[in-house]
């Protein structure tokens, strides 16, 4: 670059960065965009901090596609002064090599190495995070750098995609000295970049070929339901497309792709929204390319010939959702209690399993006896063997064992033989019902297991999110004591985003939370605890909790300033960042 050149770019930087202006001649269009989108993410000029990630997973295609390329071109770059970096889709360095030492000092000086984020919110304008931020390559030189401790460097960054799906993977780039940079870096780093793509077309066929080869022995080996299932592909059999409606369909592979990132064979039952259930078999397929997906054989265990269309409406007191999933378990619940058969009512914690179980019993036998023996934290039979005769001789009531997957095993058999005497003596006794976690059946003994005929699931509040629009209303109404107290459609909006993985008890708490300040008028989505600013799939500990609100205030206090927030919670922006996305904490409307 003209040394001439280089003055007027170094003015205008410093033009822009004081006064806001600059001369669009004198800055390249691309430049000029990056360095607004810097000065709006508020990225310092005078230092370089970025978020660092300790073992970044390594064990990904980018990588094994990457690594032979990344050999050849290290070679033949000899002792040049050329580095060469490779990162994911978000600029995360996963690898870098340099075989000049004072290169390779400067490059650990501005912690472009293994580890450290590149992306342009950290950053600002640099060859890796500019180039993923408008998904095409780029070059940046010298002063075009919005950090000040880059200027010395020039750099071309190339996205690699998926040869299938197009979606980003990652970045090839090419960091050398600013005095020794030239339009052939841009060159050089597009042709590594096709090379490496290359590698990924042949490793993604040796996947899908060892997902297609499992999926034709699967298919030879029964007349059930198949699928093969990636990122990329789905294969269904004939029998899926026979047995199974569209709706079926979706929900299986839905439910299908939650079991196989487990990596291990994991066995299923689950409502689908026809009404029919299905038991899922789910084993992951892996070649030497790297892990390929996994194939999946279904069969139904319970048809849906007398409820192909939605299931009827249950109008069950106490309770409220119209989802399919939701109705279905209503529906099937009820008629189950009118023909009093013994039945398992299985779904994670917090989807409303009592609450369903009180409102069937309200519809259906009204004043009759309820009782229900909770067996968390109660292994010893004469903690709850007393309760459990005296609740047994109630005449046409419901009792509920409510939690049985926590009763020891060596008291299954104990349990059994008292409810195999009511099942053969207590003709007039109580519809009894035993709550479990998923899958709680599993646990049980299969002599205790046999005393139940029938089993309904309860989905998870996820499976029927919409729901969420009736509840909400419904449980503020309960929460309130009936006062004037609504919540605005964008709130709702932000809690139709939330994962709540402790499903309908969650958003209740959470609510809960918000009727304790705020008695009456509109919920706007400031008034939410953080716990709904986040996108995490698992329920926090307490302390880990208490950590991710703290840092959730410190950021709407600091409007998403994520320096600002760092400094008031008394910790570097690479542990604020690194909590950020442990907690998958998400400022709605904030920039």
């Given at each position: ?412 058999d104990l349990l059994a033989r008292l409810l195999g005497n009511e099942q053969r003596h207590g003709r007039w006794g109580p519809w009894v019902v035993a709550t479990l976690g998923e899958a709680g059946h599993e646990e049980l003994a299969p002599d205790l297991l046999r005393r139940f005929a029938a089993s309904v699931s309860v989905p998870p509040l996820r499976h029927h999110i919409d729901d969420i629009r009736e509840l909400v209303p419904f449980l503020l109404a309960k929460l309130s004591q009936g006062t004037d107290l609504g919540a605005a459609p964008a709130t709702v909006q ?98």
């Amino acid at each position: 670059m003209p040394s001439s050149l280089s003055e007027r770019l170094s003015a205008a930087r410093e033009q822009f960065l004081s006064a806001g202006q600059v001369d669009a001649d004198t800055v390249r269009r691309s430049i000029l965009a990056s360095w607004w989108r810097s000065r709006t993410w508020n990225i310092a000029a005078d230092h370089v901090e970025v978020p660092y990630v300790k073992d970044p997973d390594l064990d990904i295609p980018l990588i094994r596609s990457a690594a032979p390329v990344l050999d050849r071109l290290q070679d033949q770059l000899n002792d040049l002064a050329v580095s060469v970096v490779l990162t994911d889709h978000t600029g995360l360095v996963l690898d870098r090599r340099t075989q000049d030492g004072a290169l390779e000092r400067q490059l650990d000086r501005v912690q472009l190495a293994p580890g450290f984020s590149y992306a342009e919110e950290h950053v600002g304008t640099n060859g890796i995070g500019t180039a993923l931020e408008g998904r095409q390559p780029a070059a940046v030189f010298g002063h075009e750098h919005y950090a000040e401790r880059l200027e010395a460097l020039g750099c071309a960054g190339v996205p690699i995609t998926h040869p299938v799906s197009g979606q980003v993977l990652g970045l090839l780039d090419l960091t050398c000295w600013r005095r020794d940079a030239s339009p052939l870096l841009m060159i050089l780093a597009k042709a590594t970049a096709q090379d490496i793509k290359k590698e990924l077309t042949l490793q993604v066929g040796m996947r899908e070929l060892s997902l297609f080869s499992e999926y034709l022995r699967a298919c030879r080996r029964g007349q059930g339901i198949v699928l093969a299932v990636n990122n990329d592909l789905v294969m269904l059999n004939e029998h899926a497309r026979q047995q199974l409606s569209p709706e079926d369909q979706a929900a299986l592979l839905t439910r299908s792709a939650e079991l196989l990132t487990s990596g291990h064979d994991s066995l299923s039952t689950m409502n689908l929204p026809s009404g029919a259930q299905a038991r899922l078999s789910c084993t992951p397929v892996s070649s030497e390319a790297g892990r390929a997906g996994g194939i999946v054989r279904a069969r139904l265990i319970r048809q849906a010939e007398l409820c192909t269309a939605a299931a009827p409406v249950v109008p069950l007191p106490g309770v409220v959702g119209s989802g399919a999933l939701w109705q279905r378990a209503c529906h099937l619940l009820s008629e189950l209690a009118r023909e009093r058969e013994w039945t398992f009512v299985e779904g994670e914690a917090g989807t409303g399993k009592l609450a369903m179980l009180r409102a069937v019993h309200g519809l259906l036998f009204g004043s009759r006896p309820w009782a229900v023996l909770d067996f968390t934290g109660r292994p010893s039979p004469p903690d709850w063997l007393p309760e459990l005769r005296q609740a047994l001789r109630a005449r046409r009531g419901t009792l509920v064992l409510r939690h049985l997957d926590r009763l020891p095993p060596r008291y299954h058999d104990l349990l059994a033989r008292l409810l195999g005497n009511e099942q053969r003596h207590g003709r007039w006794g109580p519809w009894v019902v035993a709550t479990l976690g998923e899958a709680g059946h599993e646990e049980l003994a299969p002599d205790l297991l046999r005393r139940f005929a029938a089993s309904v699931s309860v989905p998870p509040l996820r499976h029927h999110i919409d729901d969420i629009r009736e509840l909400v209303p419904f449980l503020l109404a309960k929460l309130s004591q009936g006062t004037d107290l609504g919540a605005a459609p964008a709130t709702v909006q932000l809690l139709l985003r939330t994962r709540w993985p402790g499903n309908v008890a969650q958003l209740e708490q959470v609510l809960r939370k918000v009727v304790h300040s705020r008695r009456s008028g509109v919920i706007e989505p400031e008034h939410l605890p953080p716990e709904c600013r986040t996108t995490t799939s698992r329920v926090l500990t307490p302390l880990e909790a208490m950590e991710r609100d703290t840092i959730v205030r410190c950021l709407l206090d600091a409007e998403n300033n994520k320096s600002k927030a760092a400094k008031a919670l008394g910790m570097s922006r690479a542990t604020i960042y690194r909590k950020i996305r442990e907690y998958g904490i998400a400022i709605p409307g904030q920039h």
